[in-house]
């Protein structure tokens, strides 16, 4: 079935004034200004209300803290034992509640305007040994592409290190079943709706053995490396003392200084950091709401941007945002990158440029991301009819600046996935009240 998405507001792609034309999975044509489709269509969907962007995509997140959202234990505390008080409660994380938590993540994450995240899971207590299966399970039903992260930490309470020793797990455990989920679900080719990445949850939660082993994983069944590095001063300090050098110096000692890898945070790097992940290719996630809520520095986004690093944006967990909403990710990120950079620094395109295409090359993929013929038909379609965006002139800045917060449609793969604003097959009231009923078992 051909479709013509006529007429829009405003787009985010060149020579598509009249809108694109839709064919199974892809966008197959772009529609200039008085012209008309080249070939006749089936269908057309009148798109003048619209404003449309690339799919946004999401480059990093913690799906299972949306059970943990403003949780008293973690109130108004730094990094360090934010994590702690938390990570005692995570460790109650069973199936079903990894099941509802990734549902809701999903579906909050596709009414602002995602269609495809990353998420970064290195929660494995026991009883859990599924939890990449469960996060795939439900990608799948709701249509959303996911960059699923086999995380780990292997470096516990006993060795010194943060996490309870009952949701570490020992090397050869991590390894293999990083091996196993990526032979049953990680899809290299073009178009694909799952990925697995491999994502020790810092190289300094994890053994050498699983920095260097997850890269030759990485190499073997050509997936990506997701890592959280560089949050906060404190671990670069850590990392000194302990090892006599930096955290990129021990990336690149443990293989991972390539550009199968993206980072997410990458507050604290240096300038000669900076130029090193861009020569290598390494993506930067910035993760501004979480690195504000917890009082961390602004990241050199648009130093990394102009170094060759593919930069992305991420909503991160849902316990260090408290949101899951990817549009608020964007303005975040206008709003940080100008503390930073000044009022002409950082621009509403180069954010939405970061959010979609740079996302997307953080992911490692070049499918998705941008409005243009041959790539994957995922759009983002907002309207301007709400209080906040009356009296707006650009409507594409107007998203951005007037806080654009929930799409009217969402489409992946050339599937509606949001229809006037509900996601399409899943009932809110429903899910909210079972997610609500799990999040009581972590009170
Ligand atoms: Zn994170």
């Not at 985010?12 to 070939?39: D, F, Q």
């Not at 300090?237 to 110096?249: I, K, P």
């Not at 949101?323 to 503390?339: D, K, P």
Request: net charge negative.
């Amino acid at each position: 079935m051909r479709l013509w998405i006529k007429d829009p507001l405003a787009i985010l792609a060149k020579g598509a004034e009249r809108g694109v034309v839709v064919e199974g999975t892809r966008i197959v044509e772009l529609v200039g200004s008085g012209k008309t489709p080249a070939a006749p269509v089936d269908v057309s969907f009148e798109a003048s209300r619209h404003v449309i962007l690339p799919g946004l995509v999401n480059a990093h997140h913690h799906f299972y803290q949306t059970l943990t959202r403003a949780h008293p234990a973690g109130l108004d505390k730094e990094l360090a034992p934010w994590l702690v008080a938390l990570n005692s409660i995570w460790a109650r994380l069973k199936p079903r509640h990894l099941r509802i938590a990734t549902r809701l993540a999903l579906t909050e994450l596709m009414l602002s305007g995602c269609t495809t995240t990353a998420d970064h899971h290195q929660m494995f207590p026991p009883g859990l040994e599924d939890a990449i299966d469960i996060e795939v399970d439900e990608a799948r039903k709701l249509g959303l592409r996911m960059t699923v992260t086999r995380g780990s930490m292997s470096i516990s309470k006993k060795d010194g290190g943060l996490p309870l020793d009952e949701i570490a797990e020992d090397e050869d455990a991590i390894l293999g079943d990083s091996e196993r989920v990526l032979k049953l679900f990680h899809d290299p080719k073009p178009g694909a709706d799952i990925r697995v990445a491999l994502a020790p949850c810092s190289p300094l939660a994890v053994t050498r053995g699983v920095m260097v082993g997850s890269a030759r994983l990485a190499e073997r069944y050509d997936c990506r490396l997701h890592t959280h590095l560089s949050q906060t001063l404190e671990e670069e300090e850590y990392c000194q003392e302990t090892f006599g050098m930096r955290l990129v110096d021990l990336l690149e000692e443990t293989g991972w200084l390539s550009r199968r890898a993206w980072i997410a945070h990458g507050v604290y790097l240096n300038a000669g950091e900076v130029a090193r992940l861009g020569r290598a290719g390494v993506g930067v996630c910035n993760c501004a709401a979480s690195d504000m809520l917890l009082g961390l520095d602004v990241c050199p986004v648009k130093d990394l941007d102009a170094a060759g690093a593919p930069v992305g944006i991420g909503v991160d967990g849902s316990a260090s945002n408290d949101s899951s909403n990817i549009m608020e990710a964007v303005r975040h990120t206008l709003m940080l990158g100008r503390q930073r950079y000044g009022a002409s620094g950082v621009t509403h395109l180069d954010v939405l440029r970061w959010a979609t295409e740079g996302s997307a090359r953080c992911l490692g993929r070049d499918d998705i991301g941008r409005i243009a013929v041959g790539l994957e038909a995922d759009m983002a379609f907002f309207t301007l009819d709400e209080l906040r965006f009356s009296g707006a002139h650009d409507p594409i800045a107007a998203l951005v600046l007037c806080g654009a917060h929930r799409a009217d449609r969402v489409m992946a793969a050339g599937q509606w996935r949001v229809i006037d604003g509900a996601p399409v097959g899943v009932d809110l009231q429903a899910l909210m009240a079972e997610h609500r009923v799990a999040a009581r078992d972590f009170a």
